[in-house]
Each structure stands twice: as C-alpha cells, then as structure tokens.
C-alpha cells in the first residue's frame, strides 16, 4: 500500500493513550494511518481526532491534533496515510 507522510509525532501521554500530532496534509476520521520511527511501527484507524479539546472529522495541514492510539509512539515518529 502506498503511503503519503502526513505529520510528525510531538508528544506523546501515557494515560489516556495518546499521540500529539501537528499535521502537513490533510486527516479524516476513519483514515488509515501508519506511524513509524526508530522502535516504532504502529498501523491504526483514525477513530478519535481532537484540536484544541473538541472533537472534529477533519484536520488540516499545520492543525495541532491528538488521536487516541493502541500503542506507544515516540516524539519524533513520522506519521503516514495508507492510501
């Protein structure tokens, strides 16, 4: 599957799981995205997306967004969208 870098990985918390993003492309919920780095390497679904706090169905490129993951990632991991 090809893949398009979307964003990069700022920070990331523990509880709840969650990943802060700032974006270069365009998101929607219900993307695939793959977030990969040194020891990371993490596909997932978009099924939660927050800018300031409030939920929203699409990020543009230079929002700051936090998703909801499964899994560790680390500041500095490359997001992907699996096209």
Do not use: C, W
């Not at 700022?10 to 509880?15: G, L, N, Q, T, Y």
């Not at 919920?29 to 929203?56: A, C, F, R, Y």
């Not at 560790?72 to 992907?80: I, Q």
């Amino acid at each position: 599957m090809p893949e398009i870098e979307i964003g990069k990985v700022d920070d990331f918390f523990a509880r709840p799981v969650v990943a802060g993003i700032t974006l270069t492309s365009i998101l929607n919920l219900g993307d695939k995205i793959h977030i990969k780095g040194h020891t990371t390497d993490l596909e997932l679904t978009v099924t939660s997306m927050q800018v300031d706090n409030t939920n929203v169905n699409t990020a543009k490129a230079g929002d700051a967004i936090g998703i909801k993951l499964t899994d560790r990632v680390r500041p500095g991991d490359k997001v992907y969208k699996v096209t």
